[in-house]
């Protein structure tokens, strides 16, 4: 014991000297001008409430009134616009030496914070404002009561033909998806953590990690877990929401911290949200999720082909897959494409309602979901910065949906991502091809469409027919698109477009080899 302790804290002051430097957030970005045109003039950029909204080109310098969330590309020019109801109209650039954006710095606190709430709210809204499919009229009856409503557990026993509800064809095949599997009907969970539990849960977590707006922090939580006592009172306490299906008003309040997507950029669009929430909160997800839901699952059945979030599957792992493919299809002579796909703001575009679905069909129970979800719906959100954490809230406005995102710093935010997308890649696999890889002998086949870690997946195709590049990039094209119609039903949007996207082919690579 000793001998580990002097290695831990050797270690500690090693990757004290190595690490860069860190600093508190003493202050940001925010640009000076408000239009900013592409430099291909495709897409024009509106600078709102600390986002960029990217509007589509319609014709010569005309451009859509609706836009989407985009970050700014780097080489954009600063325009004039005029704006009526049906489109936006720019003036004509300067050819020469046009002008380039320009940044100020807010090192005000409460300027700083001001901006920040409105930066993060509105960031937070995006789902509602480009109106993706979940915040459509026709899928409230389904995510009613946060998800737990009798229509969704109607669709998960199959006792509700989705095709009733008046969705269209796609939302319509997604939703009759999602009805369980033999193994699924079986499964179910405890709400009520023990005492041991408890005292095992708190002592795991390290005592500097941050969290609770209400400064109930860790080293309190630890201090009780040393009493039996006590940790019994309070292991029954925090069950009591998930197993009645009640809200803790304690746990609704949360502060944002934002961190730095590339070390030294503070430019307000592209900093991420990092979400600090009370501890026993967050205890008690980590212990749902580990010793519950995630071996529940690996049960029931989880897509293979996703590799984040579960336990002995890892990111080089998943790219040792992925570069076996190319090799086979380089050795085989097969042409093979890819599609690379990467999803914009993923954990925040992730509607709780909806989560609350997909675990209903893994075994937790209809309380323990709406809990849940009623909680986040209900968030009050602080914003930190190097002075303080402020005293000024935001959340959704009044008579207003709920703010999605089940949020990056939450306990459970990447296990209910392995399980959305497993069902979307367990779709995906049934509607495309993909590739197929055949032993010598010809007995064993491994056939996929994708390889996926969190977010960030592959998607592939080949040209079984005639093994040539137009069929292999005209299946390539619909198999992604049917990739990004599986994504956008569930609220999230690619981070690129599908043209921009790499495009691979091996045929004709070391032609001398043979198979």
């Given at each position: 014991?000793?001998?580990?302790?002097?290695?831990?804290?050797?270690?500690?002051?090693?990757?004290?000297?190595?690490?860069?430097?860190?600093?508190?957030?003493?202050?940001?970005?925010?640009?000076?001008?408000?239009?900013?045109?592409?430099?291909?003039?495709?897409?024009?950029?509106?600078?709102?409430?600390?986002?960029?909204?990217?509007?589509?080109?319609?014709?010569?310098?005309?451009?859509?009134?609706?836009?989407?969330?985009?970050?700014?590309?780097?080489?954009?020019?600063?325009?004039?616009?005029?704006?009526?109801?049906?489109?936006?109209?720019?003036?004509?650039?300067?050819?020469?030496?046009?002008?380039?954006?320009?940044?100020?710095?807010?090192?005000?606190?409460?300027?700083?914070?001001?901006?920040?709430?409105?930066?993060?709210?509105?960031?937070?809204?995006?789902?509602?404002?480009?109106?993706?499919?979940?915040?459509?009229?026709?899928?409230?009856?389904?995510?009613?009561?946060?998800?737990?409503?009798?229509?969704?557990?109607?669709?998960?026993?199959?006792?509700?033909?989705?095709?009733?509800?008046?969705?269209?064809?796609?939302?319509?095949?997604?939703?009759?998806?999602?009805?369980?599997?033999?193994?699924?009907?079986?499964?179910?969970?405890?709400?009520?953590?023990?005492?041991?539990?408890?005292?095992?849960?708190?002592?795991?977590?390290?005592?500097?990690?941050?969290?609770?707006?209400?400064?109930?922090?860790?080293?309190?939580?630890?201090?009780?877990?040393?009493?039996?006592?006590?940790?019994?009172?309070?292991?029954?306490?925090?069950?009591?929401?998930?197993?009645?299906?009640?809200?803790?008003?304690?746990?609704?309040?949360?502060?944002?911290?934002?961190?730095?997507?590339?070390?030294?950029?503070?430019?307000?669009?592209?900093?991420?949200?990092?979400?600090?929430?009370?501890?026993?909160?967050?205890?008690?997800?980590?212990?749902?999720?580990?010793?519950?839901?995630?071996?529940?699952?690996?049960?029931?059945?989880?897509?293979?082909?996703?590799?984040?979030?579960?336990?002995?599957?890892?990111?080089?792992?998943?790219?040792?897959?992925?570069?076996?493919?190319?090799?086979?299809?380089?050795?085989?002579?097969?042409?093979?494409?890819?599609?690379?796909?990467?999803?914009?703001?993923?954990?925040?575009?992730?509607?709780?309602?909806?989560?609350?679905?997909?675990?209903?069909?893994?075994?937790?129970?209809?309380?323990?979901a709406y809990s849940r979800a009623a909680t986040m719906a209900d968030l009050s959100r602080s914003v930190r910065t190097v002075t303080d954490t402020s005293t000024e809230t935001y959340q959704h406005d009044p008579d207003k949906p709920s703010l999605p995102g089940e949020g990056q710093g939450k306990a459970d935010s990447m296990a209910i991502w392995t399980l959305i997308s497993s069902e979307l890649l367990e779709m995906h696999h049934n509607l495309c091809h993909g590739v197929e890889l055949i032993d010598v002998t010809g007995?064993?086949?491994?056939?996929?469409?994708?390889?996926?870690?969190?977010?960030?997946?592959?998607?592939?195709?080949?040209?079984?027919?005639?093994?040539?590049?137009?069929?292999?990039?005209?299946?390539?094209?619909?198999?992604?698109?049917?990739?990004?119609?599986?994504?956008?039903?569930?609220?999230?949007?690619?981070?690129?477009?599908?043209?921009?996207s790499a495009l691979q082919h091996a045929k004709g690579y070391h032609q001398s080899n043979s198979v």
């Amino acid at each position: 014991m000793i001998s580990v302790s002097k290695q831990k804290a050797t270690n500690k002051r090693l990757n004290g000297i190595f690490r860069p430097e860190w600093s508190s957030l003493d202050y940001i970005e925010v640009p000076n001008e408000t239009w900013f045109l592409s430099k291909d003039g495709e897409e024009l950029y509106e600078f709102n409430n600390g986002i960029f909204v990217a509007h589509q080109k319609i014709d010569e310098r005309v451009f859509e009134v609706f836009g989407v969330c985009k970050v700014l590309p780097p080489d954009s020019i600063v325009v004039n616009v005029e704006i009526n109801e049906n489109a936006i109209f720019v003036e004509e650039p300067p050819t020469l030496d046009p002008p380039k954006p320009s940044w100020r710095t807010v090192e005000d606190p409460s300027e700083m914070q001001e901006w920040l709430r409105k930066r993060n709210k509105r960031h937070l809204n995006q789902m509602y404002i480009e109106e993706r499919p979940p915040t459509k009229v026709e899928f409230q009856s389904i995510l009613s009561q946060h998800g737990t409503s009798e229509v969704a557990l109607g669709i998960l026993d199959g006792a509700i033909d989705p095709s009733t509800l008046g969705l269209d064809e796609q939302a319509t095949d997604f939703i009759k998806g999602l009805a369980k599997t033999d193994k699924e009907k079986t499964l179910s969970m405890p709400c009520e953590m023990s005492r041991k539990e408890f005292q095992a849960a708190m002592k795991a977590t390290h005592k500097d990690t941050s969290s609770s707006a209400s400064r109930l922090h860790y080293t309190l939580w630890q201090t009780i877990a040393e009493d039996d006592e006590l940790s019994a009172i309070h292991a029954t306490m925090i069950s009591l929401p998930f197993k009645h299906g009640f809200i803790c008003d304690r746990w609704k309040k949360i502060i944002d911290c934002m961190l730095e997507k590339k070390p030294g950029v503070r430019k307000i669009h592209i900093m991420r949200i990092i979400c600090l929430f009370e501890a026993d909160f967050n205890t008690l997800l980590k212990w749902m999720f580990n010793k519950f839901i995630m071996p529940n699952s690996e049960k029931s059945g989880l897509s293979p082909n996703q590799w984040g979030g579960r336990v002995n599957r890892s990111a080089p792992a998943c790219a040792m897959r992925n570069l076996l493919s190319w090799e086979y299809a380089r050795f085989t002579k097969t042409v093979q494409t890819s599609f690379l796909a990467d999803l914009q703001s993923n954990f925040d575009c992730i509607l709780p309602d909806m989560s609350s679905i997909f675990l209903l069909k893994k075994g937790v129970s209809k309380e323990a979901a709406y809990s849940r979800a009623a909680t986040m719906a209900d968030l009050s959100r602080s914003v930190r910065t190097v002075t303080d954490t402020s005293t000024e809230t935001y959340q959704h406005d009044p008579d207003k949906p709920s703010l999605p995102g089940e949020g990056q710093g939450k306990a459970d935010s990447m296990a209910i991502w392995t399980l959305i997308s497993s069902e979307l890649l367990e779709m995906h696999h049934n509607l495309c091809h993909g590739v197929e890889l055949i032993d010598v002998t010809g007995d064993i086949t491994s056939r996929r469409v994708d390889d996926a870690y969190v977010d960030d997946s592959d998607t592939y195709a080949t040209a079984p027919d005639t093994n040539t590049t137009e069929e292999a990039v005209s299946n390539l094209q619909r198999n992604s698109q049917l990739w990004v119609i599986l994504t956008t039903l569930t609220g999230q949007l690619l981070a690129k477009e599908i043209e921009n996207s790499a495009l691979q082919h091996a045929k004709g690579y070391h032609q001398s080899n043979s198979v």
